[in-house]
C-alpha cells in the first residue's frame, strides 16, 4: 500500500425525507443562492420540497446548469452570487449542477479570469461554502472535491479538485431518482461503474481492503443497475444504486493505490467534441482500453474476471477476454452503446480527438504513463 | 437501507515516516497534552519520534493510561491539562489511550461529576480537540467518536460516544506495530474482525454495499491476520491489518443496517470482573452467541459462511455449524482461546456476570432486543 491521507469531510444524510431538514444543515444567517439545472426538479417535485424546506433563509436562485456545465453559464451564476453578496450554495440536481456550483464556488473568491482554475494556471485557495441535494446518483461530486467544467467556445471540458469545494453535506434522498429518464439511471450506473475501475483495474498494490470494497461496489452495480431500470420506484434498488455510486468516487477505494483515468480523460475529448453523454464516452473507451492494455493490467483483470465475474476458465486469456466481454455486455444491458460508430462517430474523428489529448497535455496516460497519444489513437480505433 | 447520516471529520494520514508530520496538523499556537500508556512507546522509539517532531510547541505528557483506561488516571490527566491551561491532545498509543483521552477532553469540559459522562447521566456538550498517533490497530478509535473507560473501585466498564471527541487527525504508520507482543497483535485482529461482525451479523436489511465491505474486511483480516504474528516486520501485512481495523469500527460499514453489539456488552462485564482482555472477551462470547441466535441470524449466518468462508453444503444447518466453527478456530489460531475455562473462570462466576448486565440496563441486547439477561445467562454457559 501506498502513504495516503484520506479526509472527507462531508456530512451525507441519506434517506427518505431528509430534505425536510434541509435548513438545520445550512449556517445561520447565511445567504443562499440555491442552483439547479434544466428544471426537472420542478416536475418531480424536489424544487418544491427545497423551497419549503428553505422557509425563514433568505435565497436566490439560478436555474439552467446544463449537463456537462457550460463556463460562460457558471460564470452567470457567479456573478449573480457576487452582486447579491450571497456566502452559500445550494446545489439541487446531479454531477453536473453539483460540479458546475463548486465551480461557481472557487470563481467566486478568484480575482483573476476564472478559466485559469480549469487550464492549471491557478490553484483554487478559497471557495464559498456550499452544500447539495443529489437527485442522480453518478458523479460522486456530492462527496468529492472534483469539478469538470465545459467551455463550448473552444470546445474544451477541463476539470479541477480541490479540498475547498468538498459539499459540506449532501441529503442523498433515493425517491427523488425515480423519477429519472432510463438514460440517465444507465448513464449514472455506467459512471459510477467506471470510476471504480479506474481506482482498481491497474496493477496489485497489495490493498486487499481497497480491491474488495472495489469489487463489492461493482458487484453491486452489475446487480442493482438493470433493476433500477427495470423497476424505477423500487426504493431498496434505488437505495443501493445511489449509495454504491457515492462510494465509488468518494476517495475511499483509491486510497495508497495506483489510478488509471485514462478513459476518463479521452472520454472528456469525445464529449466536448460530439457533444455525448459522459458516460456513453466511457462505455466507448473502457472495453476497448482494457483490451489494449491486458497485458500491462494482466493480474488485475484476471482478478477482477474471477471475483467479480466468477469466471473459472483454467485459460486465463480466455478469462480475460471474457472478464472484457461481460463488462462490454453490461454497459449494453444498461442499455448505453459502446462503439463510436454507434453514436454516428466513424474514423475521421479520431485524429481531432488525439490532437486535442495533445493539446490538453494528455499524453501519459494511465497507471503506468505509458498511454501515449498513440496508443489512445489504437484504444479509439478499436471503439469505432 | 434505513435511513442514516455519516459524518466523519479524522483526517486519516496513513504510511511510513508520517509522524514527521505532526506538528502541520497541530492548530497554531496549541498547548498540548501528549498522552500515552505503558511506555512501549519509548522502547520502540515512537515516542522520539513524537517528541522530535513537537519541537517548536508548548507541550507537556501525561504517561500510564492503563489497557482498559481507568477513570481515577484520566481524572489525574484532566487536572493536569486544567491546571496548565493546555487546548489539545495528542494521544500516542492504541485504542485505550485514545479512548481515555477522549475521555480527558469531554471531562476537561464538563462541570459536575465526570462519570455522569459514561453513566448516561449527561453529555457531552463540548470537549478539547484531539489528535493521535495510533500504535496498535485493533479498536477503530482512531477514527470514531466512541470511548470506553473502566472504573476499577466498583469494577464498572461504561462507554459513552460523542461526534465531538472523534480525533482530528490519525497517524497511522505501520512500523509503529512491528514490535508489538504477539498478543496484543492477536487481540487486535480478533477485536477488528468482531466490531465488522456487530454490524453485519445481524439480518439481511438488502444494503449490498455495506455487506461486500463487511465481508471484505473479515476476508482480509481472516487472511492477513496470522501473517501478522509469523512476519512481525512484513510491512504490507501490517499496512492491512491497520487500515481493515480502522475502517471496521469508523461508522461506514454500519450505516442504514441493524447492529448488534451483544458481544462487546456481554464482554465488557467480564473484562470489568476478571480483568481479561477485551478481545478475549469477545472471542469468548461471539461463537457463543451465533450459536444462541442461530436461528435470528440464519439468513446472515448463511451468506457469511458462503461469502466469507467459501462453504458449499447443501444442508444448511450444517453450513452454518461450520461458520460458527471456523470462526471459533480463526481465534483459536490467532492465540486466543475461546472457552472461559480457558481463562479459569468456571460456572460459579456467571450470576454475577448476569446481574451486572440487569444492574447496567443491558437487559435487550442485539438486533432484536431479544438477548435479555436469561439469554446472556445461556451464551455464557455455553461459553463455559
Same mark, same amino acid.
Given at each position: ?22 435548513? #438545520?444543515? +445550512? !449556517?445561520? /444567517?447565511?445567504?443562499?443562492? @440555491?442552483?439547479?439545472? &434544466?428544471?426537472?426538479?420542478?416536475? =418531480?417535485? %424536489? ?78 485557495? #478559497?471557495? +464559498? !461554502?456550499? /452544500?447539495?441535494?443529489?437527485? @442522480?446518483?453518478?458523479? &460522486?461530486?456530492?462527496?468529492?472535491? =472534483?469539478? %469538470? ?78 433493476? #433500477? ?156
Amino acid at each position: 500500500m501506498q502513504n495516503f491521507t484520506f479526509h472527507n469531510p462531508t456530512r451525507i444524510v441519506f434517506g427518505e425525507q431528509q430534505i425536510a431538514g434541509l435548513a #438545520a444543515l +445550512i !449556517p445561520d /444567517g447565511a445567504r443562499v443562492l @440555491l442552483t439547479y439545472g &434544466g428544471g426537472s426538479i420542478k416536475k =418531480n417535485g %424536489v424544487y418544491d420540497q427545497v423551497v419549503a424546506a428553505l422557509d425563514g433563509k433568505v435565497w436566490f436562485e439560478f436555474a439552467g446548469i446544463e449537463p456537462n456545465p457550460s463556463f460562460d453559464t457558471l460564470l452567470q451564476a457567479r456573478d449573480l452570487l457576487k452582486s447579491e453578496q450571497l456566502d452559500f450554495i445550494l446545489a439541487v440536481g446531479g454531477g453536473s449542477v453539483i460540479d458546475g456550483s463548486k465551480f461557481i464556488a472557487a470563481a467566486a473568491c478568484y480575482q483573476g479570469d476564472a478559466w485559469d482554475l480549469l487550464c492549471g494556471k491557478a490553484k483554487v485557495n #478559497a471557495a +464559498i !461554502p456550499l /452544500g447539495c441535494v443529489l437527485t @442522480l446518483p453518478a458523479t &460522486g461530486s456530492e462527496s468529492n472535491g =472534483n469539478s %469538470v467544467v465545459t467551455r463550448y467556445s473552444t470546445q474544451e471540458k477541463m476539470a479541477f479538485s480541490s479540498p475547498l469545494v468538498y459539499p459540506q453535506f449532501a441529503i442523498l434522498d433515493p425517491t427523488t431518482t425515480f423519477s429519472l429518464p432510463p438514460r440517465q439511471v444507465a448513464n449514472g450506473v455506467v459512471d459510477a461503474f467506471v470510476h471504480v475501475m479506474e481506482q482498481y483495474l491497474t496493477y496489485p498494490a497489495n490493498a486487499p481492503v481497497q480491491d474488495r470494497f472495489a469489487e463489492g461496489l461493482l458487484q453491486t452495480l452489475i446487480e442493482q443497475g438493470p433493476q #433500477a431500470l427495470e423497476r424505477p420506484e423500487d426504493y431498496a434498488v434505488r437505495a443501493n444504486v445511489m449509495w454504491a455510486a457515492t462510494m465509488a468516487l468518494n476517495g475511499l477505494i483509491g486510497v495508497g493505490v495506483p489510478q488509471d483515468w485514462a478513459t476518463h480523460m479521452i472520454g472528456h475529448e469525445i464529449t466536448a467534441l460530439h457533444g455525448l453523454d459522459h458516460a456513453q464516452t466511457l462505455a466507448i473507451v473502457l472495453p476497448a482500453l482494457m483490451q489494449q492494455q491486458r497485458r500491462q493490467k494482466r493480474d488485475k483483470l484476471l482478478q477482477y474476471g474471477k471475483r467479480v465475474w466468477q469466471l473459472v476458465h483454467q485459460d486465463e486469456e480466455r478469462l480475460i477476454d471474457e472478464a472484457i466481454s461481460h463488462t462490454r455486455a453490461f454497459f449494453e444491458q444498461m442499455g448505453v452503446p459502446t462503439r463510436l460508430a454507434d453514436y454516428g462517430i466513424d474514423a475521421s474523428a479520431i485524429d481531432t480527438m488525439v490532437e486535442r489529448l495533445v493539446q490538453h497535455k494528455m499524453v501519459k496516460l494511465g497507471e503506468h504513463g505509458d498511454i501515449t497519444p498513440e496508443v489512445s489513437r489504437v484504444i479509439l480505433q478499436s471503439a469505432l
